[in-house]
């Protein structure tokens, strides 16, 4: 017998917040983030779903491959580029566009005879300190590109610190200086990446000619002080189980591993199919914000590996078999995060394999 609880993804929902995404960019082409098997929905249904993106952007050169033998024909790049001239011999076989980050990956490329039309997105590190060549090392790396082959597309890309923050526009803006001290001594126009899910919200002046919206496809916010649904997007995972059984404490009964919480009155408990196996986070704290048929509740206790637990002593008519939201339709995915004290991100992407996902909306007879 299957475990009961379910992801369920809503297709709909993806292509409404790419909808939303379009409204704010305008012009400006959209590379669709779909790493991490799509922030935890699933690669493939979720790319099939934004179809109508202008391009793609994976991590593995495997994701890549695997979009291109789907059938997608739009451009799809390799966020961390290559690691080895193999890596480079199959993107030039499955037509995948690549960043460019370091001197390594600058000298391995120079030094392969490609034969298709090379497109390489340029990472300029601008202030995140991750990854990218130096702002006054750019423009010797785009001459030594154009050199190699002079029918060659480039792509500056830079990716910001801060853009969550609208109090740290000036960072932003220092970032947005670096990248433009680049460009001034450039005499020709190079098409340019530079806004994530939050800038694309808080920054239009960094829309530029492509955005790489992440988090905003899955109906989720960037901004620390907003929900998906206050910026107008739905919610795509709904992530659901069932409460398996049903005990009562009595005052000064202990519960779960640790004995963490202690009851302090007479209390009526479901035990959920659901712990920090299947991706639920462990140090979610009791009065994490939990629904039960429709009615809010909270996980009491420490999530175990398979089950928690949540207070029904205030919930009538409910017990074994009940259904159970632990984020999505009706309970932002931030609110548990927030009580967690982590990031939607993590929540989303952390989803176990062992989690079946559902392609299509949850329905209970609330």
């Known amino acids: 017998m299957s475990r009961p609880i379910r992801a369920f993804i809503n297709c709909t929902a993806l292509q409404h917040n790419l909808s939303v995404v379009r409204r704010h960019v305008h012009q400006a082409r959209i590379m669709a983030v779909v790493k991490a098997d799509a922030y935890g929905h699933g690669l493939l249904r979720t790319a099939r779903a934004l179809d109508a993106a202008d391009g793609f952007a994976v991590l593995e050169l495997e994701a890549g491959i695997q979009l291109r033998e789907a059938g997608f024909s739009q ?14 011999e199959a993107i030039d076989h499955y037509r995948l566009s690549m960043v460019i980050h370091c001197h390594e ?12 039309k090379p497109d390489i997105f340029l990472k300029i590190n601008t202030g995140m300190n991750r990854l990218g060549f130096k702002p006054e090392e750019g ?8 050199q190699w082959r002079t029918d060659i597309r480039i792509t ?19 970032q947005l200086d670096s990248f433009a001290l680049l460009e001034e001594k450039r005499e020709n126009h190079i098409p340019r990446t530079l806004a994530n899910s939050a800038a694309i919200l808080c920054y239009p002046g960094t ?3 492509w955005v790489r ?3 905003l496809l899955y109906g989720a916010s960037p901004l620390p002080d907003k929900t ?8 795509v995972m709904t992530l659901t189980s069932q409460i398996i059984a049903v005990q009562h404490l009595d005052p000064s009964d202990r519960l779960g591993y640790g004995g963490q919480f202690i009851a302090d009155q007479p209390m009526r408990i479901g035990i959920v199919a659901a712990g920090y196996a299947d991706g639920y986070p462990r140090h979610a704290p009791t009065g994490t914000p939990v629904l039960v048929n429709g009615q809010r509740t909270r996980l009491i206790g420490r999530v175990s590996m398979d089950m928690l637990t949540i207070d029904l ?3 009538s008519e409910v017990g074994t078999g009940n259904p159970v939201t632990l984020w999505g339709e009706g309970l932002p995915v931030e609110e548990v995060a927030r009580s967690a004290q982590t990031i939607s991100y993590e929540l989303l992407a952390a989803l176990s394999p062992r989690v079946q996902t559902v392609s299509s909306a949850p329905f209970f007879n609330y």
Do not use: W, Y
């Not at 451009?75 to 480079?88: A, C, V």
């Not at 998906?228 to 919610?235: A, K, V, Y």
């Open 313 to 315: 002593s205030r919930i």
């Open 228 to 235: 998906g649904i206050e910026l107008g997007l739905q919610p």
């Open 207 to 209: 829309h530029a000619d």
């Open 156 to 174: 500056l890309m830079t990716h910001f610190a801060c853009a969550d923050e609208l109090l740290e526009a000036d960072h932003v803006n220092q």
């Open 75 to 88: 451009p799809i790049l390799l966020l961390e580029g290559f690691f080895s001239i193999e890596e480079i």
């Open 139 to 146: 423009n010797s790396v785009v001459n030594k590109l154009k």
């Open 105 to 116: 990956q600058l000298s391995m490329l120079l030094a392969h005879n490609k034969t298709e």
């Open 213 to 215: 919206p992440g988090i």
